[in-house]
């Protein structure tokens, strides 16, 4: 089985407004979406887009978490949440017009007792399965959480994914996860320089490898994405034509496509195309990556 964690998920409540937002006084929507999300939970969305089941685990609050929890199981998908006595699951406001202006709520606080849960539950995994790590770590946990998480695995022979970056990424690299998913940009921070070729990018990610990776898929927007795997083998691919609408989601849908992709076949090349047009797919659309997007640009790469 495939788990995703979201520490802290949310409601978008996505206002479109047909003339610039005007602060200080009143504007009218011209519509309005409410959208659930999180980065684990739009890797789980992915997922179900493409047959593969997967369970969601994390922490929801008050009646907005139930809303939300509604919400995912109308979609088909599995969740097991944590249920926090206190607070409320976050509401981020994101305004599009024109320039899109984002409020992010802020979310509950996490108690030891709700993490120990947390614990718990990922006590369980096996070799059998595979944990996704995705985004950052709410403030009300230590931020040396994910590498905790892996070190309490370690022995299990569970295939962890982790999509975050600098000091929590670096940080869990000595407990070997399957995969990491950086992007260009955030490989250089690391390594604390510009990246501007393939070399330089194989060169940093046989850096990370080195220090206990073993895959690495480098994603990089329009020029597509870039993996070593476990084998020492570079594999490239491109990307496919179509017109960038939305970069919410594609980094997720990277992820899921490629986990998907790798789980079924145990092919690297065929995981990173794959992976490709599920982040493509959705960089291409209003939301999330559908079933018949990614089998459209799959036919290009």
């Keep these: ?71 995912l199981a109308a979609q088909g998908l599995r969740t097991d949440f944590v249920h926090l006595e206190n607070g409320m699951t976050r509401i981020n406001v994101k305004i599009k017009a024109g320039q899109e202006t984002e409020l992010n709520g802020a979310g509950p606080d996490i108690p030891a007792d709700a993490m120990h849960r947390l ?59 399957f995969l990491i998913k950086p992007n260009n940009h955030e ?22 490898q080195q220090k206990g990776a ?10 597509g994405a870039l993996l070593l795997d476990e084998t020492g083998t570079v594999h490239r691919m491109g990307c496919p034509k179509g017109k960038v609408v939305n970069s919410v989601g594609a980094g997720d849908s990277m992820v ?14 065929h995981a990173l195309r794959l992976g490709t047009a599920c982040g493509s797919a959705t960089a291409f659309s209003l939301g999330l990556a559908t079933r018949e997007k990614i089998d459209e640009l799959l036919k290009q790469l």
């Excluded at 490989?187 to 990370?208: H, V, Y």
């Excluded at 496509?257 to 789980?263: E, L, N």
């Design 214 to 223: 073993r895959n690495v898929l480098v994603s990089m927007a329009g020029d």
């Design 119 to 177: 614990e718990e539950q990922l006590d369980r995994l096996t070799a059998e399965d595979i944990l996704i790590l995705a985004g950052s770590i709410p403030q009300s946990l230590p931020q040396d959480t994910y590498e905790k998480l892996l070190a309490r695995l370690e022995g299990h022979g569970v295939r962890t994914v982790v999509d975050a970056t600098r000091d929590l990424l670096v940080n869990v690299l000595p407990y070997r996860p």
């Design 187 to 208: 490989l250089g921070e690391i390594l604390g320089k510009e990246l501007t070729t393939d070399e330089e990018i194989i060169a940093a990610a046989r850096t990370l």
């Design 1 to 71: 089985m495939i788990y995703t964690v979201t520490f802290n998920p949310a409601i978008d409540y996505v206002v479109r407004l047909d003339t610039p937002l005007e602060v200080g006084t009143v504007n009218r929507a011209k519509g309005e979406d409410c959208v659930l999300g999180g980065k684990g939970i739009n890797v789980s969305g992915v997922l179900a887009q493409l047959g593969c089941e997967s369970v969601a685990l994390g922490f929801v609050a008050g009646e907005t978490g139930a809303w939300l929890e509604r919400g």
């Design 256 to 269: 899921a496509g490629f986990v998907a992709g790798w789980q079924s076949t145990g092919d690297f090349l």
